[in-house]
């Protein structure tokens, strides 16, 4: 046998960790020692629970990933791999669906029971980490060293109770490898098999522990690289689409793709002339001459004219990563242990889109064309002021001579709208550094109490710069040039902008390439981006046994907390005044700090009765005191049965809590780019209904209807322009979470091929009553035509036309956060595990499986108390089944592992559904999508591993999800949190350990 092969009890530790449950998991870790003639057993905790205890019991449902299951996956962060388990929903944040995210793009985000990352809990060894998302809770798993994990355990359902707010949804544990020994190291390699996605890895690990076995000292060092995915590298994303069911309004054309819709901004720009009949709109052709047709996507007698933005844009942001951790621990004093454990991440990601739509609206107001002819005053040889007549120094003669004055000032305008493809594409850089640091005590006070202290400190900074806007100021400076008669040469005709030493420079914006690099240089405005968030945890608890009972011992926990924190992020200064013409976006800024008190208490009810080997009861209480919203209270309370060995059943009933984050509190008025359906689509003169009726009641609704033959139209522009403000609430109050988890687990033994099962059942139902929710701007619209017209005030229409956009198309439509919500899912969980050692059968080798398959029974939301519900089970990223399966084999040195990830087939949003098409719920959906994943290993020799593994094997194409419908992620032409956008990679490496 090599060295390769386990004992049986190292096969029995792998079947507990396939169980995936924190009894068997960690019963085989407190193993019993020999002390002085005399066993000493070592008590330790779970996930979900303070009570040190040497005969753990499953209250609520802990499934575990343990360090085999993450190197198998190959993945470089531990989102990856944690996004496979069944019980986590689509991320708010991934490398694939955040490319166009102004912050935080390239976070990596989990989110438990599709509940929102701010419900999902995110600890390191039991302990809170710092947010890497200023405002919220949300933790980056960026900064998490994957190699250095040992395990991770995730409980299902409210924990509040055990670690404070934040755990509606559950926690994510991950427990990092401690009193490691030797020197370990890691490379790896991986691309797609499109030869783009190139994924890289280096990592070592040291530890020693000294020579009385008293200290222990760990070091960890890792580098990562994720490259770029283009949207232009993919087939199904390379030209800009979208769904022909937005022009149709036929619910089976949603996933008929209108290809090309191209960008009606293009680099050579569109200048529009006159009004009316008399309106001309002119732009170049590929050969540079000027033509007065224009046509973004062309046609039969004309060639497309518009913009291609899919060859700017990723679907994958690449991502790289400098990781450092370390830990020390030493028993100064018999019983009692001091550690300092520590972590570094930088990171660094880089965002990539297409160059900026700028339009003449961005300058001037959408009543105000820009001007080619200006007028100028001078006083004459007899002392009087002539008015002189000035033209634009680059304006063609054809455009100049069709305009005409359409806003009666006397003098000639037009309208534009150009790509500006010679200032460059947009995109940020963003550079993150997080780091954690947590000094504790622990130690026992008696043989059966003991003392855990702690102090932690972490903070991450992120700053960004982000190119491709522009000063519009600067630019109306520019544009407004004329001929210098002296020199012959253009200048600005603004005298102050040339006074003031910013050396305005003219610009030229007909045709493309036609902005010099100085002129582009002059408009230019690179964005920056500066935040910061901190968080201080100090905690002492104490654990122990109360006393006997018949049934056993009373135990208990007790503790005092107290956290803060404090958040902030602030833009430049033109970006927050929305002079670079895109999204503006305030500073925000904010803290809060909490005590809270906690308390736990274990008891044995009965015991070695028949059929109630142990039946426990576990009660937690938390009060939290916070600076924002006050007195909170957290609760849960659990029972244990165990019939028989074999069989254990568990319900636990909990109360939890979520106190409002920085960014839902303090937030002020903030810009975005949603996409929404507009309700008066397609509304005419003649359509009856509540929502014909509310448009038409708009005045510049009814404008637009009059305007074009008696039916609302929306230009391409229009569907594309909506922009909106988010905001916060400083009136917001605590959420709270009531969860009832019940379930089972059997665990066989003497029957014949059950044997080598292991079964755990769970029934979850969680529900969130006064959730903190930014009503949906769909809702809003809806509500505003044809429902509750309060709703009105967050919806702006445009009372005039401009150069892109119709009278009476969205301009805004806002969104504020309130206590306002609610929201229940209930499904049930169910894990298998299979572990055989094959020479029983007469065979070679160890044959292991674990299946792991969640059923959504309900999901849905409660927009506004009263209102009606919004379902959202077997929605796409909602899906109601899913199920993850992982096999493996192994013989001697070589072992091979499959893994099969199933999503069920799911419907669109209903509400998009009803709004867009005024169709049913589950009128359309997409198929269930499969992925299957194959990893090998071989054991050179006792210290040295190979390993290679392709990832979705068979090339699985992600569902298409195009531009317009709801769940679409820009640039992907899918929903790219839930499905696979990158294609089949492959991977492989060498580990060493001495």
């Given at each position: 046998?090599?060295?390769?092969?386990?004992?049986?009890?190292?096969?029995?530790?792998?079947?507990?960790?396939?169980?995936?449950?924190?009894?068997?998991?960690?019963?085989?870790?407190?193993?019993?020692?020999?002390?002085?003639?005399?066993?000493?057993?070592?008590?330790?905790?779970?996930?979900?629970?303070?009570?040190?205890?040497?005969?753990?019991?499953?209250?609520?449902?802990?499934?575990?990933?343990?360090?085999?299951?993450?190197?198998?996956?190959?993945?470089?962060?531990?989102?990856?791999?944690?996004?496979?388990?069944?019980?986590?929903?689509?991320?708010?944040?991934?490398?694939?669906?955040?490319?166009?995210?102004?912050?935080?793009?390239?976070?990596?985000?989990?989110?438990?029971?599709?509940?929102?990352?701010?419900?999902?809990?995110?600890?390191?060894?039991?302990?809170?980490?710092?947010?890497?998302?200023?405002?919220?809770?949300?933790?980056?798993?960026?900064?998490?060293?994957?190699?250095?994990?040992?395990?991770?355990?995730?409980v299902s359902g409210g924990a509040s109770a055990a670690y404070g707010s934040d755990a509606v949804a559950g926690v994510v544990n991950i427990i990092l490898k401690k009193d490691f020994e030797g020197l370990e190291f890691e490379g790896q390699f991986g691309q797609t098999t499109e030869n783009d996605g190139e994924e890289s890895q280096l990592q070592v690990t040291f530890g020693s522990s000294s020579a009385d076995g008293k200290g222990n000292v760990m070091f960890h060092g890792s580098y990562s690289d994720q490259g770029a995915i283009f949207s232009r590298d993919r087939d199904r994303s390379a030209v800009d689409q979208i769904s022909e069911g937005l022009f149709t309004g036929d619910v089976n054309d949603v996933f008929t793709a209108r290809r090309p819709f191209f960008s009606s901004f293009p680099p050579q720009g569109r200048f529009t002339t006159g009004s009316g009949d008399d309106r001309t709109t002119f732009t170049y052709d590929p050969n540079g001459n000027l033509i007065d047709t224009f046509s973004a996507n062309g046609s039969d007698t004309q060639a497309a004219n518009g913009f291609n933005r899919s060859e700017f844009r990723t679907i994958a942001i690449p991502t790289e990563r400098y990781l450092l951790a370390g830990s020390a621990n030493y028993e100064f004093v018999d019983g009692w242990t001091a550690s300092l454990t520590g972590n570094y991440a930088s990171t660094q990601t880089v965002t990539a889109i297409e160059p900026f739509p700028f339009s003449s609206d961005d300058i001037y107001s959408e009543d105000i064309p820009a001007p080619i002819e200006y007028a100028q005053y001078i006083e004459n040889e007899a002392g009087d002021i002539e008015k002189i007549l000035l033209r634009n120094a680059f304006v063609p003669d054809a455009i100049f001579d069709a305009a005409t004055d359409t806003n009666g000032d006397g003098l000639k305008d037009i309208t534009f709208a150009r790509r500006l493809s010679d200032i460059g594409p947009r995109g940020n850089i963003a550079d993150r550094d997080t780091f954690q640091i947590t000094a504790s005590v622990d130690g026992e006070l008696n043989d059966s109490w003991y003392l855990n202290a702690f102090y932690s400190y972490g903070q991450t900074k992120e700053s960004q710069v982000s190119s491709g806007q522009i000063n519009v100021q600067s630019f109306r400076n520019a544009f407004e040039s004329v001929i210098d008669p002296t020199t012959g040469e253009a200048v600005c005709l603004d005298d102050v902008a040339n006074a003031r030493g910013f050396a305005c420079v003219p610009l030229n914006p007909f045709g493309e390439g036609s902005i010099t690099p100085e002129a582009a240089a002059y408009v230019n405005a690179s964005g920056l981006l500066s935040t910061f968030v901190s968080q201080k945890v100090a905690a002492v608890s104490v654990s122990g046994d109360l006393f006997e009972l018949p049934a056993g011992t009373l135990s208990t926990a007790f503790g005092v907390e107290y956290r803060e924190e404090e958040s902030r992020d602030e833009f430049d200064a033109l970006q927050q005044a929305g002079l670079n013409a895109g999204n503006a976006i305030p500073r925000t800024e904010g803290q809060f700090d909490v005590v809270e008190y906690f308390a736990?208490?274990?008891?044995?009810?009965?015991?070695?009765?028949?059929?109630?080997?142990?039946?426990?009861?576990?009660?937690?209480?938390?009060?939290?005191?916070?600076?924002?919203?006050?007195?909170?209270?957290?609760?849960?309370?659990?029972?244990?049965?165990?019939?028989?060995?074999?069989?254990?059943?568990?319900?636990?009933?909990?109360?939890?809590?979520?106190?409002?984050?920085?960014?839902?509190?303090?937030?002020?008025?903030?810009?975005?780019?949603?996409?929404?359906?507009?309700?008066?689509?397609?509304?005419?003169?003649?359509?009856?209904?509540?929502?014909?009726?509310?448009?038409?009641?708009?005045?510049?609704?009814?404008?637009?209807?009059?305007?074009?033959?008696?039916s609302f139209n929306q230009t391409q522009s229009d569907i594309q322009g909506v922009s909106g403000f988010n905001r916060g609430n400083p009136e917001l109050k605590e959420e709270v979470g009531k969860s009832l988890i019940a379930g089972f687990s059997y665990a066989p033994e003497g029957i014949p091929v059950l044997e080598d099962f292991d079964f755990n059942f769970d029934y979850f139902d969680i529900e969130i009553q006064d959730a903190i929710v930014s009503t949906g701007r769909q809702f809003i619209l809806d509500q505003c035509y044809g429902g509750d017209t309060s709703f009105c005030e967050f919806v702006t229409r445009r009372a005039s036309g401009g150069s892109s956009n119709s009278v009476g198309s969205l301009e805004f439509v806002d969104s504020a956060v309130t206590n306002s919500g609610?929201?229940?899912?209930?499904?049930?969980?169910?894990?298998?595990?299979?572990?055989?050692?094959?020479?029983?059968?007469?065979?070679?080798?160890?044959f292991n499986s674990r299946l792991a398959y969640t059923h959504v029974i309900r999901y849905d939301d409660t927009p506004l108390p009263g209102a009606e519900i919004d379902p959202f089970a077997g929605e796409v990223g909602a899906a109601k089944d899913k199920l993850f399966l992982t096999t493996s084999y192994g013989y001697e040195d070589f072992a091979v592992t499959w893994n099969m990830t199933f999503i069920g087939s799911s419907y669109l949003d209903d509400q998009f559904l009803a709004s867009t098409f005024d169709a049913p719920a589950r009128s359309a959906g997409v198929g269930s999508v499969t992925y299957h994943d194959l990893n090998a290993r071989y054991h050179l020799n006792e210290n040295s591993e190979l390993f290679v593994g392709v990832n979705n094997l068979f090339d699985k194409e992600p569902p298409a999800i195009l531009t317009g419908v709801a769940g679409n992620n820009t640039g992907t032409e899918t929903n790219a949190?839930?499905?696979?956008?990158?294609?089949?990679?492959?991977?492989?490496?060498f580990r060493m350990k001495f």
């Open positions: 046998m090599s060295a390769y092969n386990r004992s049986r009890l190292t096969k029995s530790i792998k079947r507990a960790l396939l169980l995936g449950t924190a009894a068997s998991l960690l019963s085989p870790i407190a193993m019993a020692e020999e002390k002085d003639g005399a066993e000493q057993v070592e008590r330790i905790s779970v996930t979900g629970s303070r009570i040190r205890s040497t005969d753990l019991q499953e209250y609520t449902p802990i499934q575990t990933i343990d360090a085999s299951q993450i190197d198998a996956s190959g993945a470089v962060n531990l989102q990856e791999t944690l996004l496979k388990n069944p019980a986590f929903g689509a991320p708010g944040v991934s490398r694939t669906n955040s490319n166009f995210s102004t912050a935080s793009a390239g976070v990596s985000s989990v989110d438990l029971r599709n509940l929102g990352s701010n419900r999902t809990l995110v600890l390191v060894n039991g302990r809170r980490v710092v947010a890497g998302i200023p405002g919220s809770s949300t933790v980056d798993l960026n900064t998490i060293p994957t190699q250095f994990i040992e395990r991770v355990e995730i736990e208490v274990q008891v044995p009810l009965l015991a070695d009765l028949p059929f109630v080997q142990r039946l426990d009861l576990k009660s937690a209480v938390r009060l939290s005191d916070y600076s924002t919203v006050g007195n909170t209270t957290s609760w849960d309370v659990g029972l244990n049965w165990t019939p028989f060995d074999e069989l254990k059943f568990r319900v636990n009933r909990s109360q939890s809590t979520r106190a409002p984050n920085i960014g839902e509190l303090f937030s002020p008025p903030s810009q975005t780019f949603p996409s929404v359906s507009d309700p008066c689509a397609d509304v005419t003169l003649t359509s009856t209904g509540a929502a014909s009726e509310a448009c038409r009641a708009d005045a510049a609704v009814l404008a637009n209807i009059n305007s074009n033959g008696g609610g929201t229940v899912t209930t499904g049930y969980d169910i894990v298998v595990s299979y572990t055989k050692e094959l020479e029983d059968y007469g065979l070679a080798g160890d949190g839930v499905y696979d956008a990158v294609g089949r990679r492959w991977y492989a490496g």
